[in-house]
């Protein structure tokens, strides 16, 4: 099978037999064998039974419904799952994304060697409101990621099928797929500007917090991606710095306070200087971040590694059953 076409959705009955039959009439018009996987991520209008209607049409099509609204994630995760073309496709369901451009993104995976190929969505038509926190968002999210993509949350991309099936999606992770991929070894990410189409049909289901949980879900991939197999490497280099700087200035205090009493000179109890109580909460918390280390080790070692680490590929010898040769 050539392509795979996962189209997670949420109350979007209007736009499904368009966005359907555009979809095959480009994949007929390119001679590509597909499947398209519509993931009902606990549609509360029709959506559902527009499917189940849509899949007597066109025997491509695979349906699979939440029994509730789970995200965009949740959704994507599933349909990486059922997956089965060589190159995996996602887009929206709100025909903001062009199929126009699916031969496109298929040609540099197969073609140029793409693990993973972003749409990147150059001229928009989102209101100022999105467009500004989003260019942000992006700009942040190359710093701490360094893979350098315009539109990391363009819903339209494309992935090598064995990309799909080495990265988990949770939470709201589908707008750091790239930063999951690059972990997980994939690292030839592309980029391609795609057509962005104006709303249709309905309304936008995402508001203004998901610039909020995009930028606390960044911080919580970059670590987890980071620091999953070594968390005392994060806990013990900040836990070490608060300790030595609570140890070394306890003992300047004592230090100070020798020195005064010798040279007769006047001074403060040491329990009666702010700079004390200072050092008593960095060493504390020092501590507390070794503790947090350890038991962090504690819990990767009992963990199952066996999923941890992707093999490429494997060379093995040949095995036979005949006997030894007689000379």
């Known amino acids: 099978m050539d392509i795979s076409v996962i189209v ?57 419904k939440f029994n509730r609204n789970y995200g965009k994630s949740a959704a994507l995760n599933r349909g990486f799952a059922a997956a089965h073309g060589e190159v995996v496709i ?32 150059e001229k928009r038509y989102d209101p100022i409101s999105k467009t500004i926190p989003s260019k942000f968002f992006n700009y942040v999210t190359r710093k701490l990621s360094g893979i350098q993509l315009n539109d990391f949350n363009c819903g339209l991309k494309a992935y090598r099928l064995e990309v799909v099936k080495s990265v988990q999606v949770y939470g709201e992770m589908h707008r750091y797929i790239p930063v999951l991929a690059k972990w997980a070894g994939f690292s030839n990410i592309g980029e391609q500007v795609v057509q962005h189409r104006a709303r249709k049909y309905g309304e936008t289901k995402f508001g203004l917090e998901r610039f909020v949980h995009g930028f606390l879900d960044l911080l919580s991939v970059t670590f987890v991606s980071r620091f999953k197999k070594k968390p005392m490497h994060f806990f013990g280099v900040f836990g070490t710095l608060s ?31 702010p ?53």
């Open 243 to 273: 300790f030595m700087m609570g140890f070394f200035t306890t003992l300047y205090l004592i230090f100070n306070k020798i020195y005064c009493l010798y040279q007769h000179m006047p001074v403060r109890e040491i329990v009666d200087q």
């Open 8 to 64: 997670p959705l949420f109350n979007e009955e209007e736009s499904l037999p368009e966005l359907t039959a555009w979809i095959d009439r480009v994949m007929k018009a390119n001679n590509f064998i597909y499947e398209l996987i519509m993931v009902d991520d606990g549609s509360k209008d029709r959506s559902w039974e527009i499917v189940k209607s849509l899949r007597g049409q066109y025997p491509a099509i695979q349906g699979i």
């Open 275 to 327: 700079l004390f109580y200072i050092a008593l909460v960095a060493v504390v918390i020092g501590m507390q971040l070794f503790l947090a280390g350890f038991i962090s080790e504690l819990l990767v070692m009992k963990n199952d590694h066996s999923n941890d680490y992707l093999v490429a590929d494997v060379i093995e010898n040949e095995v036979t059953t005949e006997g030894p040769v007689e000379g």
């Open 90 to 121: 996602t887009m929206d369901a709100d025909l903001q994304d062009s199929p126009d451009e699916i031969p496109g993104l298929y040609r540099k995976i197969v073609e140029e060697g793409f693990d993973l190929v972003s749409g990147w969505k």
